[in-house]
């Protein structure tokens, strides 16, 4: 590929980046869970479990442990875009660094 082309396509990922919106580290769990009725059928059942809930899963920081955070269902959409988003923008970072190293060359 010659140094002209890779002019270009680093100039698209970079404009690219503008336009990807908001982010958000992370994955999106699904998690059926029993309630805190001691009667409840969900106790002795494990098929019946209460759910799906959602959860936003991120891997903490220093104590490497995961961390959930509960999720309304109605914000599951919008906050997957955000995943996915992250994800290209991760991807096309590493895509320019690799066209900045060899136009260096």
Do not use: W
């Not at 002209?4 to 980046?17: A, C, N, P």
């Not at 059942?45 to 959930?68: E, I, T, V």
């Amino acid at each position: 590929m010659d140094v002209s082309k890779k002019l270009l396509i680093y100039s698209e990922l970079k404009v690219s980046k503008v336009k990807l919106g908001d982010m958000t580290v992370g994955s999106i769990q699904k998690k059926y869970l029993p309630c805190g009725k001691s009667n409840c059928i969900c106790h002795k059942d494990k098929r019946k479990l209460h759910g799906p809930y959602y959860f936003l899963a991120l891997q903490d920081k220093y104590s490497k442990k995961m961390k959930f955070f509960y999720i309304s269902q109605k914000k599951v959409q919008k906050l997957q875009q955000r995943i996915k988003n992250y994800k290209k923008f991760k991807k096309d970072i590493y895509k320019m660094v690799k066209l900045e190293m060899e136009l260096k060359k």
